[in-house]
């Protein structure tokens, strides 16, 4: 029996059962459900064509939220790629210290998210730490959480925090592949700090510039447990991105075509990151 | 000395990194004599006392927060290692008919966030029983279910596959073993390595999850940690001493993995490989 040329497919049906059940399926139901209309009888749905995406289009909540996913992806993106890069490049050098600076760094990336939002929910108190720190400057007291002018970078500067150690690591094995030589070389020309890795670092590691871009803005689409645990997506929506808005019109309004056709965007959106980071920079993890 | 501004540099941003939960561990730490809003704010409790801990551990069910996690994130790993090694390998190993529209189906989930497919997911979970309203062991297996596999782990193990010389198989064929034997006895063994990546990976995952068990769960006692701490804070509302050491408290279990395990994070050699 497991010799036949049934083999192959034993020992991959209990794989395909689950990402048929809880991936294909699921994703071919999003799709249909953007179609449906549950207003009238949540049990008894009734087709609605395209006004699922009409309703979203015609909807200024759904363009703050795009908006709002936006900025995340223009504030954490550029900053998760560039600033753990930096660190990287710092700690590999030969320094004493270097296993527990990373524990250090990378000690956020472990972390619950919960927790991680809970404690910065407490260092952003309106007579928070943060706010003395703000004071003691001679400014006026912020309302991290609590103005919609800066809820949405209250939470972003959480996921930066959350992602540094994480892009680090990434980097640090990248940097490793760089051969010595070049740098010797560099020595030997007498280039400081800064021409040495413009000239060998970053061109060397651009492939893993790229993939850090790429990951960190997926991830940076799927943002949720931040915005739940500081600002439910408030206050007025400042800090409501796409994931939390599927949510909150899903779960909590059971508007489940419109959260469908939102969550079809969001399929478009992410699939196109996924493919440009699949095709371009991860071909050699999967052997493409 | 010349080194010596990289220094001041890492200090500084490993002190940014863990001053969150210092600060989270100060106020934990601090008796109700002691203003927890005071300016200048003070890192060290004036009035120092454990009883916050105690307090919310009489009134919170952490161990059985920890048991529920144990469960999930144990299942989740178990059932990762086993489907992924066993999809791996006949990705790596075997010749078949659609084997290239496997191989792209399974990198298609990839692309497919849970975020954007939740909704149904959870419709199916309830269609299934899978919840815990029908009973507590349904709860588990529909926690768990959901994230049962993923094409990282797959990939992974047939990566792990690929790398192990054919003769290996073929001492295996001539000493008269079928493809499940082969499989079992010579092939897994060579992959423990990444065997032991993808659990640890997993686990983390499993372990932070907080999205689909705040969907799924109805039952305080089925909380897991994350649902549970996030709890705190409706339940203790703005006791920050209470929601302070509730906090560290469930963080306590994963510093423990994180550092016994420290090697498999930070050594850089299982680049990529917490989820995406």
């Known amino acids: 029996m ?3 040329k049934y083999a192959p497919y034993l020992f991959l049906l209990p794989a395909g059962i689950i990402l048929a059940v809880f991936f294909f399926l699921p994703f071919f139901q999003t799709v249909w459900l953007s179609f449906l209309d549950y207003s009238a009888d949540i049990y008894n749905p009734a087709f609605a064509g395209f006004d699922n995406y009409i309703n979203l289009f015609k909807n200024p909540v759904f363009y703050k939220v795009l908006w709002n996913t936006f900025i995340y992806l223009f504030v954490a993106v550029p900053i998760l790629a560039i600033f753990p890069l930096f ?3 710092l700690i590999n050098q030969k320094i004493r210290g270097v296993t527990l600076y990373k524990i250090l760094i990378y000690l956020p990336v472990i972390v619950s998210i919960v927790v991680a939002a809970i404690a ?6 309106d007579q928070g730490i943060l706010n003395y720190v703000v004071t003691s400057l001679g400014f006026n007291s912020i309302g991290w959480l609590t103005d919609p ?8 500067i959480v996921t930066i925090w959350k992602g540094i150690g994480y892009y680090m690591i990434i980097y640090l094995a990248a940097l490793m592949s760089v051969p010595n ?3 010797e070389a560099c020595d030997i020309d007498g280039a400081n700090f800064l021409t040495k890795h413009l000239t060998v670092t970053i061109p060397h590691i651009m492939p893993t510039i790229a993939l850090v871009t790429t990951i960190s803005a997926i991830s940076a689409m799927k943002v949720f447990a931040e915005i739940y645990v500081m600002t439910k997506g408030g ?25 469908s056709a939102m969550a079809v965007v969001l399929l478009v959106i992410v699939m196109i990151f996924s493919l440009i980071n699949i095709f371009c920079f991860e071909r050699n993890k999967y052997q493409l | 000395m010349k080194k010596l501004p990289t220094h001041l540099i890492l200090i500084f941003v490993s002190l940014l990194s863990i001053f969150p939960f210092i600060w989270l561990i100060s106020t934990s730490l601090k008796g109700n004599s002691e203003n927890i809003f005071a300016y200048p704010p003070q890192i060290i409790p004036t009035d120092f006392t454990w009883a916050n801990y105690t307090g919310v551990w009489d009134k919170v069910n952490f161990i059985g927060y920890f048991i529920n996690s144990m469960i999930v994130a144990g299942g989740t790993v ?10 791996g390998y006949p990705l790596a190993r075997m010749e078949f008919k659609g084997k290239k529209v496997t191989f792209f189906a399974i990198l298609a989930t990839i692309m497919i966030p849970f975020q954007a497919i939740m909704l149904p997911v959870y419709l199916i979970t309830l269609k299934l029983h899978l919840v815990d309203s029908v009973n507590n062991f349904a709860g588990f297996i529909g926690l768990i279910m959901p994230f049962a596999v993923s094409a990282f782990g797959i990939f992974l193990m047939r990566q792990a596959f690929l790398g192990i010389p054919k003769e290996m198989e073929e001492a295996g064929i001539v000493d008269g073993c079928n493809a499940f034997q082969i499989f079992w006895k010579i092939l897994l063994p060579m992959v423990k390595p990444s065997l032991a990546v993808l659990a640890i990976f997993t686990f983390i995952g499993s372990w932070g999850e907080f999205l689909w068990p705040s969907i799924v769960l109805t039952k305080e006692a089925m909380y897991t940690l994350p649902v549970g ?6 339940m203790f509302s703005s006791n920050w001493r209470f929601i302070a050491a509730g906090s560290i408290l469930s963080t306590i279990p994963i510093l423990i993995f994180f550092l016994a395990m420290q090697r498999y994070f930070i050594s850089g050699e299982n680049e990529g490989a917490v989820k995406g």
């Open chain 1, 2 to 4: 497991y010799n036949s």
């Open chain 1, 87 to 89: 660190l990287a490049v």
């Open chain 1, 120 to 125: 910065f929910k407490w260092l952003y108190a």
């Open chain 1, 149 to 156: 002018k800066y809820a949405l970078y209250s939470v972003i």
């Open chain 1, 181 to 183: 030589e070049l740098y």
């Open chain 1, 235 to 259: 206050p007025l929506n400042s800090s409501k991105t796409i994931v939390y808005y599927i949510y909150e019109r899903a779960f909590e309004n059971l508007d489940l075509g419109f959260a």
């Open chain 2, 78 to 87: 178990l059932l990762n290692l086993i489907l992924s090694a066993m999809a």
């Open chain 2, 229 to 234: 701490v996030n709890n705190l804070q409706g």
